[in-house]
């Protein structure tokens, strides 16, 4: 994969640039959940979640960027950020993490 230089907005703390390319990408009604792989093999996570306010008039419409950085490759820790939404669950399959409960 070709590496690119990525900057990302994150919400009250500076935003994110490294070199690295996208693993995966979900998206639903405005909202974007992005699993990155930076050149230093550290994973960046990172969300665009739109909540809409259909109660007030106007409409009122709430974006909130956050992300964090994994220094190895560990799903829990990938899991843990991004939870277990629908819109999660269509990124981990974009990018083949088994986040499902075994059950004997």
Known sequence: MQELEIK????????????????AQAENDGSIFSLYKTES???????????TFREYRPVKIEIKHSACVIKEAN????????GFCSLAKKLYDGANIDATRKIE
């Open 8 to 23: 990302l907005t994150v919400d009250d703390e500076p935003d994110f640039c490294f070199r690295g390319y996208l693993i």
């Open 75 to 82: 799903k829990g820790s990938i899991i843990e950020f991004f």
């Open 41 to 51: 093999n550290k994973y960046v996570c990172h969300k665009i979640v739109r909540k």
